[in-house]
Nanobody, 119 residues
Framework: QVQFVESGGGLVQAGGSLRLSCAAS????????MGWYRQAPGKERELVAA???????SYGDPVKGRFTISRGNAENTVYLQMTSLKPEDTAVYYC?????????????WGQGSQVTVSS
């Protein structure tokens, strides 16, 4: 099992910045990749950013050039630096990781952090 501790959400004005943190515990040795998804009211959950153990990153189109994902010194910690925030970035942001056992992937999700961007 994998558990997450998320922090850093909140309310910010358009154009501002926020930093989300996610620390995984439990069976973390096989987590690859880790990242963030978000879900706005009435919309489907979408990829925000992900990073694998090699440090290769991927981003959803709406956040490219504004958000940066990185790993902490511990491999089971990831950060999402969000800049130039827009009202359309308002959503619940979920930390996500894929755990591998015997070649079989399992998805794990954090409890979610609310990010609200006011205009």
């Amino acid at each position: 099992q994998v558990q997450f501790v998320e922090s850093g959400g909140g309310l910010v004005q358009a154009g501002g910045s926020l930093r989300l943190s996610c620390a995984a515990s439990g069976s973390t040795f096989s987590l690859n990749p880790m990242g963030w998804y978000r879900q706005a009211p009435g919309k489907e959950r979408e990829l925000v950013a992900a990073i694998n153990k090699a440090g290769i990153t991927s981003y959803g189109d709406p956040v490219k050039g504004r958000f940066t994902i990185s790993r902490g010194n511990a491999e089971n910690t990831v950060y999402l630096q969000m800049t130039s925030l827009k009202p359309e970035d308002t959503a619940v942001y979920y930390c996500h990781a894929v755990a591998w056992r015997s070649g079989i992937p399992s998805n794990y999700w954090g409890q979610g952090s609310q990010v609200t961007v006011s205009s």
